[in-house]
């Protein structure tokens, strides 16, 4: 049996989206069906305002409303350190534990060979036209193959670009256990990244 | 830090689905900002399609584009055997089986007074309208507590209405273990179900 033909439309698109399997686009759907009307308007509606009022910030391509996103409008921010990150979750992530208070740069993904991902289609090399006054860049990419490699990538570029260690530290963030993990459990690498990045009390 | 206003928006979209949390909702919503302005707006619109274009069949309530549902409507199915079910997605289910030949009734939902859902907030009554030429009764709703007492309401209100086992035979599908199953490990519930449901061979 066919579902109606609007229903399976609907069925398609959540289909679409990460993490839902064809069982819960279906559940989705058809739980859509029995709200009011207006609720689906708004879905819609929402929908349609995150394309028509989102744009990445000029400087750092943070997801904003405005031509400048609210860290780079933020005059009270530390403008001497840069903090690049794969992407806007990131942001919001570091902004949520308050501790730093300098200002980002978005790359929008990693260099992915596989993916057929390289530096040209991420915002990487405008890095470069931000480094002015800039005396610390810290590298907070994920740390995966790819993220790694990134931040390779980004460190290799800076340096040839004329940036001394003296005049840009480049800095990656900390490895190891995360907080309230488990030794016992701990995979070996992330195990012995802890190790190297020990320090002194 | 705040999400610029339009993300947020369909984040909260996204949270009041079934199933969807917050993080998963951030993630979908941050997803879409990548994805081609059209896929949005494709979506966009078959939300407005599902309310616009979906209906009730007016006579099991199962979920069409018509007025008449495509079982229905189809002269082929025997007209004698009703098979009540909860929700639509029941229907393609016991579609899917194929071994099914009658027709359906949708219920929308079970008598569930804890969600004060009574029988007046069910397509429930009306299962009395169509009764003329019918043999079989089966109450398919699901073997949880609600499920159960709903069926045992329809059984109720039938035979109230005067139809005598010797006019209509109401049956309840079995219950017991799936296929596939390993006794080991069935809940005592489910087992102590399937032995008063043995057949002989």
């Known amino acids: 049996m066919k579902l109606p033909r609007s229903v399976q439309g609907l069925v398609e698109q959540f289909e679409k989206l990460p993490g839902i399997g064809p069982k819960s686009a279906q559940r989705l759907a058809f739980y859509l069906i029995h709200v009011p009307d207006y609720v689906v308007e708004d879905f819609s509606q929402a929908l349609l305002n995150l394309k028509r ?52 740069h978005v790359l929008h993904g990693v260099i992915a060979p596989l993916d057929n991902i390289g530096p040209e289609q991420l915002y990487l090399r405008d890095i470069l036209d931000r480094l002015d ?19 390779l990538y980004i460190e290799k570029m800076i340096r040839e670009a004329g940036y001394g260690p003296e005049e840009i ?14 030794i016992e459990y701990a995979d070996g690498v992330t195990l012995s990244r802890a190790l190297e990045g020990r320090r002194n009390l």
């Open 169 to 182: 530290a480049i800095s990656r963030i900390g490895h190891g256990l995360p907080v309230g993990a488990d």
């Open 133 to 151: 006054g800039v005396t610390e860049v810290i590298l907070a990419t994920n740390p995966t193959m790819e993220g790694e490699a990134t931040a």
């Open 53 to 104: 009022n989102t744009r990445l910030c000029t400087q750092c391509h943070n997801i904003d409303e405005a031509e400048l996103c609210l860290v780079c409008s933020d005059a009270t921010r530390e403008q001497s350190v840069l903090c690049v990150v794969e992407n806007p979750l990131d942001v919001i992530a570091l902004e949520r534990t308050n501790t730093f208070k300098g200002l980002y």
